[in-house]
């Protein structure tokens, strides 16, 4: 009744007895028994067979050794084997691993793939931040030299809204930084440390609304959210979480964000 293949065999290279698992494969029985068994072994895994046969035959067990095994329809199926000798006889016991193969080549292509498109990703998120850098920097540069060139002519009003355009561009640099650091998640190391979430969720919606005072917003933040993770990620997680709710409540006369 077992699933598994089990059979007995000779160092000869026959089965002598094979169970009804031997069915998956398609033969009858009696072919199986009457041909070599090496005519049902894959052409690439033959000489690994005949090497495990040989030191079958030397007095040696074999724990587990994978070949495939050819199928009435032309296909064939993985069989992960145990065996031990006693004499000239082999007992041995194989259970079909096919799909465990299947699922194992499935997730080496998609990982493949995956690698392909995070190089991709790093790829552009180079060049991006490449073209973006210059023109932030002439931003931020050429506010600070009208802050400090130009002080005498600029009221109070002016100095500030000039100061909210080097912070906007001194910001971006970081998000081109953390856009950076994303693309290479998956080869870098993460950092693990306290962070306060609280307090990134006011410096973002303090921006926000600095970009957009004629929005009203009642803003509520609860104190002391406190978790363990890495700064950088958590601060591009709750920049997009808390842009979204300034962004869909626009249509609001009196919108409410909470963060809790």
């Not at 495990?52 to 067990?61: I, K, T, V």
């Not at 932030?136 to 060139?149: N, V």
Request: one cysteine or more; aromatic letters at 8%.
């Amino acid at each position: 009744l077992s699933l598994d293949l089990v059979c007995i065999a000779n160092v000869d290279g026959f089965f002598e007895r094979v169970s009804p698992a031997f069915s998956v494969l398609g033969h009858e029985m009696s072919e199986i028994q009457k041909r070599p068994f090496i005519e049902f072994v894959h052409p690439d895994d033959r000489a690994a067979t005949r090497a495990e046969m040989e030191s079958l035959a030397r007095g040696n067990r074999t724990l587990h050794f994978e070949n495939r095994f050819l199928c009435r329809d032309g296909s064939f199926r993985w069989l992960a084997w145990t065996a031990a000798p006693e004499g000239r006889t082999i007992y041995a016991i194989a259970r079909d691993v096919t799909e465990a193969k299947r699922t194992q080549e499935a997730l080496a292509r998609a990982k493949d793939v995956a690698e392909a498109a995070n190089h991709e990703l790093e790829a552009f998120s180079y060049s991006v931040a490449h073209d973006l850098r210059a023109p932030l920097r002439g931003i931020d540069g050429f506010s600070q030299a009208l802050l400090e060139d130009y002080a005498d002519e600029l009221d109070d009003e002016g100095k500030k809204y000039l100061s909210f355009v080097r912070e906007s561009a001194q910001h971006m640099a970081v998000l081109i930084d953390d856009l950076l650091t994303l693309s290479r998640v998956t080869r870098s190391e993460m950092r693990d440390e306290m962070v306060d979430l609280s307090e990134i969720a006011r410096t973002s919606l303090a921006r926000l609304q600095r970009n957009d005072p004629q929005r009203v917003v009642k803003v509520t933040i609860e104190a002391d959210l406190v978790d363990r993770g890495d700064p950088g990620l958590l601060t591009a997680l709750f920049e997009n979480l808390v842009g979204n709710a300034w962004k869909f409540t626009a249509a609001e006369t009196a919108a409410r964000i909470e963060v809790s």
